[in-house]
Nanobody, 120 residues
Framework: VQLQASGGGLVQPGGFLTLSCAASGRIVRVDRMGWFRQAPGKQRELVATIRASGITNYVDSTKGRFTISRDNAKNTIWLQMNSLKPEDTAVYFC???????????????WGQGTLVTVSS
């Protein structure tokens, strides 16, 4: 199983970016998917998650600015980030709970990070 994330880059304060993450491999079912981020010198923190049902959860600092969405058929999620602030600068990681065996349990998977830099 692989989680391929993309879309990071440099953006000015107030700007926008969209991150995407696609899960691939021997997948039976993808349950919760989401984004975490880690700023320099800080712990990794939850940004937003979305369940297969479409139920979403956001960290307070991103509510109203970030939107997470999902295409279950493509096992893909997006994170639309608007009104970006310098404090949003971080490496963003895709994360997913994936079932790879009908007789097994879901496992948690991490993708490689993608750097988002918000600076003028």
């Amino acid at each position: 199983v692989q989680l391929q994330a993309s879309g990071g880059g440099l953006v000015q304060p107030g700007g926008f970016l969209t991150l995407s993450c696609a899960a691939s491999g021997r997948i039976v079912r993808v349950d919760r998917m989401g984004w975490f981020r880690q700023a320099p010198g800080k712990q990794r923190e939850l940004v937003a998650t979305i369940r297969a049902s479409g139920i979403t959860n956001y960290v307070d600092s991103t509510k109203g600015r970030f939107t997470i969405s999902r295409d279950n058929a493509k096992n893909t999620i997006w994170l639309q980030m608007n009104s970006l602030k310098p404090e949003d600068t971080a490496v963003y990681f895709c994360n997913a709970d994936i079932l790879t065996n009908l007789f097994g349990d879901t496992r948690n998977w991490w993708g490689q990070g993608t750097l988002v830099t918000v600076s003028s």
